[in-house]
């Protein structure tokens, strides 16, 4: 059996590190939007707390934006199996939102894998396709 030369082992671990530190991205990803999903169910239930005290909605301090307040598209598979049923192969921000997820989760999943997803973004409007 051959040895490796130094330049092969370069290439092995170059790899082996590539997939290590995608897969670690996507999982931090993952650790990310619970995080961020449990932040929004606990402050939905400070707002149902300040409405119940003062009998007002709690006013949100966000800036307004074009989110209907759609969920997040749960995942790159899913994003695949949407882009796969669209006409043209291609979803842009009407179909993200009839599909009942938002385009800014779309193209969150989209730039986090630009080997799998090619995208574009115009403000509030956008679209996402497989490449």
């Given at each position: 059996m051959a040895t490796k030369t130094a330049q092969e082992k370069i290439a092995e671990i170059r790899a082996n590190a590539a997939a290590e530190i995608a897969r670690l991205m996507e999982e931090a990803l993952a650790e990310l939007h619970d995080k961020r999903k449990a932040a929004e169910a606990t402050l939905q239930g400070i707002?149902?707390?300040?409405e119940?005290?003062?009998?007002?909605?709690?006013?949100?301090?966000?800036?307004?934006?074009a989110s209907k307040g759609l969920?997040?598209?749960?995942s790159a598979a899913a994003l695949k199996?949407?882009?796969n049923k669209a006409e043209g192969k291609k979803l842009t921000r009407k179909g993200i939102n009839a599909a009942g997820y938002s385009l800014?989760?779309?193209l969150e999943l989209a730039?986090?894998?630009?080997?799998?997803?090619?995208?574009?973004?115009?403000?509030?409007?956008?679209?996402?396709?497989?490449?």
């Open positions: 707002n149902e707390a300040i119940e005290l003062t009998g007002k909605p709690a006013r949100s301090k966000r800036g307004g934006g969920p997040d598209v749960p199996s949407l882009i800014k989760s779309a730039k986090g894998d630009k080997e799998t997803f090619g995208f574009k973004q115009n403000k509030a409007q956008g679209e996402v396709w497989l490449k």
